[in-house]
T-cell receptor
Framework: LAKTTQPISMDSYEGQEVNITCSHN???????ITWYQQFPSQGPRFIIQGYKTKVTNEVASLFIPADRKSSTLSLPRVSLSDTAVYYCLVGVLRNYGGSQGNLIFGKGTKLSVKP | DVKVTQSSRYLVKRTGEKVFLECVQD?????MFWYRQDPGLGLRLIYFSYDVKMKEKGDIPEGYSVSREKKERFSLILESASTNQTSMYLC???FGTGRQETQYFGPGTRLLVL
């Protein structure tokens, strides 16, 4: 069962690149890695998902090393509006063959972006 | 745009009361989820459902039950509310075609049990 560990909090300034790392030492072969963003009084919102190597979309990049025991969410040139809690999610809803998998959220990293 | 709505944003109940939390999604999603979110603990899965009348236990199902009579609606039931069930409850849904999919979350219900 994958257990995830993230830093509790991080500070940054506008315009900087922010990297948030999630450790998941016992990730299973089937597991995907997904990152969500949550603003106060809202539910989490999907940012990016990957399985291995690097994934990039319009808002972030996700770096996953070959051993997949960690992953790093990279936010380029953050702004004040990126202040939020970021969660990594490791697991899969269903395994190959259809058996129930496991979805494990990290405890979240509170990112504060200052002007 | 996917919309997941929850019946209440804030709820105050007394110990021993039966509590219903309702969730509705408008995108014909197969999967629906209930999580609770507590400071320092992140999100923990209570139950999920992959079809009408189907349910699977998550990590912390004790003290909760669920009901899915219609595809768009997933209810979380606290049969006899206790103070340790004071928490933020989040509902989510996903398409249901893959093994790991994007989940779309509602705004949450903050429940206080006195």
């Amino acid at each position: 069962l994958a257990k995830t560990t993230q830093p509790i909090s991080m500070d940054s300034y506008e315009g900087q690149e922010v990297n948030i790392t999630c450790s998941h030492n016992n990730i299973a072969t089937n597991d995907y890695i997904t990152w969500y963003q949550q603003f106060p009084s809202q539910g989490p919102r999907f940012i990016i998902q990957g399985y291995k190597t690097k994934v990039t979309n319009e808002v972030a990049s996700l770096f996953i090393p070959a051993d997949r025991k960690s992953s790093t969410l990279s936010l380029p040139r953050v702004s004040l509006s990126d202040t939020a809690v970021y969660y990594c999610l490791v697991g899969v809803l269903r395994n190959y063959g259809g058996s129930q998998g496991n979805l494990i959220f990290g405890k979240g990293t509170k990112l504060s972006v200052k002007p | 745009d996917v919309k997941v709505t929850q019946s209440s944003r804030y709820l105050v109940k007394r110990t021993g009361e039966k509590v219903f939390l309702e969730c509705v999604q408008d995108m014909d999603h197969e999967n629906m989820f209930w999580y609770r979110q507590d400071p320092g603990l992140g999100l923990r899965l209570i139950y999920f459902s992959y079809d009408v009348k189907m349910k699977e236990k998550g990590d912390i199902p004790e003290g909760y039950s669920v009901s899915r009579e219609k595809k768009e609606r997933f209810s979380l039931i606290l049969e006899s509310a206790s103070t340790n069930q004071t928490s933020m409850y989040l509902c989510a849904s996903s398409f249901g075609t893959g093994r790991q999919e994007t989940q779309y979350f509602g705004p949450g219900t903050r429940l206080l049990v006195l």
